[in-house]
């Protein structure tokens, strides 16, 4: 069965700090695999897609297939950035299908 | 571009009682669109999705008949709690794909609780 595991319920950095979400899958396939992002009292949005390869607000994501993660990353949080993230797969199969970790929430302090 | 809206944003009805809630694509036409749920601290879990013209797919372990999906036009689709009752009082989230940001755009979501 496809699953998608952030091991990380909080993460609390200091600002200036890196920081890294971490996010693993299960699938046999080749997912189609997203961040999303939820700022408080705002609705869920895309941060990023692993085929686009784009960075967005300072975060990339890597897709490893050998380790079968996705993990989040950015060199210097921002109070900003604070929020909850999601890590999502969509499998090949069904494109139109989602996925979603448990999310993980971010805490950037000043 | 690529919004959707949903409404109501929260509703408290009684136990027994039915209700619906809307989702609509504003700026773009959904031949799917998809309805999530959401528990306090948890993930969202895909309930259905919703096809326009044609019936709705649902989840292993969603009732069909308790949460009534209709998808009557390209810019609509609603979702109804039938018989509500207070286990089933949670966030609901409706989503549609974008295609061209490969995205999916979300509602703002529907707090339901019901007494």
């Known amino acids: 069965a496809q699953r998608v595991t952030q091991p990380e319920k909080l993460l609390s950095v200091f600002k200036g700090a890196p920081v890294e979400l971490k996010c693993n899958y299960s699938?046999?396939?080749?997912?189609?695999l997203f961040w999303y992002v939820q700022y408080s009292r705002q609705r869920l949005q895309l941060l990023l897609r692993?085929?686009s390869r784009e960075s967005i607000k300072g975060f990339t994501a890597d897709l490893n297939k050998g380790e079968t993660s996705f993990h989040l990353k950015k060199p210097f949080a921002q109070e900003e950035d604070s929020a909850m993230y999601y890590c999502a797969l969509s499998p090949s199969y069904n494109t139109d299908k989602l996925i979603f970790g448990t999310g993980t929430r971010l805490q950037v302090f000043p | 571009g690529a919004v959707v809206s949903q409404h109501p944003s929260w509703v408290i009805c009684k136990s027994g009682t039915s209700v619906k809630i809307e989702c609509r694509s504003l700026d773009f036409q959904a031949t799917t669109m998809f309805w999530y749920r959401q528990f306090p601290k948890q993930s969202l879990m895909l309930m259905a999705t919703s096809n326009e013209g044609s019936k709705a797919t649902y989840e292993q372990g969603v009732e069909k008949d308790k949460f009534l999906i209709n998808h009557a036009s390209l810019t609509l689709s609603t979702l109804t709690v039938t018989s509500a009752h207070p286990e089933d009082s949670s966030f609901y989230i409706c989503?549609?794909?974008?295609?061209?940001?490969?995205?999916?755009?979300f509602g703002s979501g529907t707090r339901l609780t019901v007494v």
């Open positions: 989503s549609a794909r974008y295609l061209q940001n490969y995205g999916y755009t």
């Open positions: 692993h085929i």
């Open positions: 699938y046999s396939g080749s997912p189609e």
